[in-house]
């Protein structure tokens, strides 16, 4: 088993900033896919970004040049940067880590307001 524990949600305004922090513990292996999904109200979750062991990085269109995931493999964590944060961000970030299978944190609440 794998846990996951998020941290850094927040209220901020428009145009402002945010860091999350999700720490992995457990049986951790690698190589391994980390990321972060969101899950507004009513809508599906989605994939924000991801980032491997090696440091290969993905995003989902919405987000490219406001967000940047990175990792620390030594403390089996990773972070998402995002700045110029629209109201339309506004959701639950979830931290998933993915080897053989998927694993899932309780999410962190990320509100902007206009």
């Known amino acids: 088993q794998v846990q996951l524990v998020e941290s850094g949600g927040g209220l901020v305004q428009a145009g402002g900033s945010l860091r999350l922090s999700c720490a992995a513990s457990?049986?951790?292996?690698?190589?391994?896919?980390m990321g972060w999904y969101r899950q507004a109200p009513g809508k599906r979750r989605e994939l924000v970004a991801t980032?491997?062991?090696?440091?290969?990085?993905n995003y989902v269109d919405s987000v490219k040049g406001r967000a940047t995931i990175s990792r620390d493999n030594a403390k089996n964590t990773v972070y998402l940067q995002m700045n110029s944060l629209k109201p339309e961000d506004t959701a639950v970030y979830y931290c998933?880590?993915?080897?053989?299978?998927?694993?899932w944190g309780q999410g962190t609440q990320v509100t902007v307001s206009s």
């Open positions: 998933n880590y993915y080897y053989i299978r998927y694993f």
């Open positions: 980032i491997t062991s090696g440091g290969s990085t």
């Open positions: 457990g049986n951790i292996f690698s190589p391994n896919t």
